[in-house]
């Protein structure tokens, strides 16, 4: 019996130093968490986030609005409040020129604000081939304003201008489980998220289709749903069934898991979207708990 307790022990201890090397290579670490706008209202399973220079933007699903929050100096304010009517935001995105776009889960529809905040109505696309019809799961926004429109109906990535006019469409993979995200990273190259695989897909050097970038990472996250890129590359997923969050090397290997699951601020319940600003901070919608929460990358 004492042999069996010094070796469980051991076991634990192991476990441990294994789980705080990891900690320690990852260099991240909490900052602030988002419960509520200047008012004293409640985030309501937010699904959606955004980030900026100085300012990030919530899609506040449940309430039905977009929220703009300043981060400058570690000091968190509330800068605007955009009510969205019988709307369901559940991706937003922002543009070069500070307009924002939101996916509304109702509809599937797209939708706009200015950069002050006012509606601008549903985006409306123009010179799509016959045989496509869209139903939207996510978007994203490049440098020239393009928006690139993950489309679960018609199988593809559909990229239009800021007007709507249609550019090119780029097929699935075959034998994909189901995406559930993309993203861009800075050179323009584009990344699809299969969660029910757990697979990162990345454009081919023709670009026209879409390659295996890793392999399928089921044994270390149950669902990813989100997918966000930093400046060198480095790839993160939040596992929504799974809370917590998903390091991808450039090479499409494993790197680790960080976070974990729970209630306190620092843990994830039922995270979604996610992006990286400029100073590599980390901002996860943390859907199930009702609020964004930042998180900072230290250097090594």
């Known amino acids: 019996m004492k042999k069996l307790s010094v070796s469980i022990s051991i076991l634990f201890l192991l476990l441990g130093a294994s789980c705080n090397a990891m900690a320690e290579s990852a260099k ?10 200047a008012d004293g209202k409640s985030l309501k399973y937010p699904e959606g986030v955004a980030c900026q220079e100085d300012s990030f933007l919530v ?35 922002v543009n070069s020129k500070g307009e924002i776009y ?10 706009s604000l200015s950069a002050e905040g006012a509606p601008k109505g549903y985006m409306k696309f123009a010179d799509l081939p016959e045989s496509e019809t869209l139903i939207l799961r996510s978007f994203r926004i490049d440098k020239e304003d393009n928006l690139y429109l993950l489309d679960i109906f018609s199988e593809r990535v559909v990229s239009v201008n800021p007007a709507g006019k249609f550019i090119k469409s780029i097929p699935f993979p075959e034998n994909y489980g189901s995406f559930s995200d993309l993203a861009i990273d800075q050179r323009g190259k584009i990344f ?25 990472m089921k044994e270390y996250m149950n ?16 596992d929504q069934f799974g809370s917590g969050l998903v390091l991808i090397g450039r090479d499409g290997s494993f790197l680790g898991r960080k976070i974990g699951m729970g209630w306190i601020d620092s843990l994830l ?3 979604s979207q996610l992006c990286i600003n400029g100073n590599n901070e ?19």
């Open 28 to 37: 991240i670490k909490h900052l602030v968490s988002v419960y509520v706008d």
């Open 59 to 93: 899609a506040d699903s449940e309430n039905s609005r977009i929220i703009r929050f300043s981060y400058k100096n570690s000091t968190l304010t509330t800068e605007g409040q955009f009510p969205l009517e019988n709307a369901f935001p559940i991706v937003v995105q």
């Open 102 to 111: 939101y996916l509304d889960g109702k509809s599937r529809r797209i939708g």
């Open 192 to 216: 699809l998220l299969d969660g029910i695989n757990a697979v990162v897909y990345s454009l081919n050097e023709q670009g026209d289709g879409f390659s295996p970038l890793s392999q399928n």
């Open 223 to 238: 669902f990813p749903t989100g997918i966000s890129i930093d400046r060198a590359g480095q790839i993160f997923l939040t």
């Open 269 to 271: 319940f039922y995270p």
């Open 282 to 300: 980390i901002f996860i919608a943390d859907r199930s708990n009702s609020r964004v929460q930042l998180f900072g990358q230290a250097e090594k």
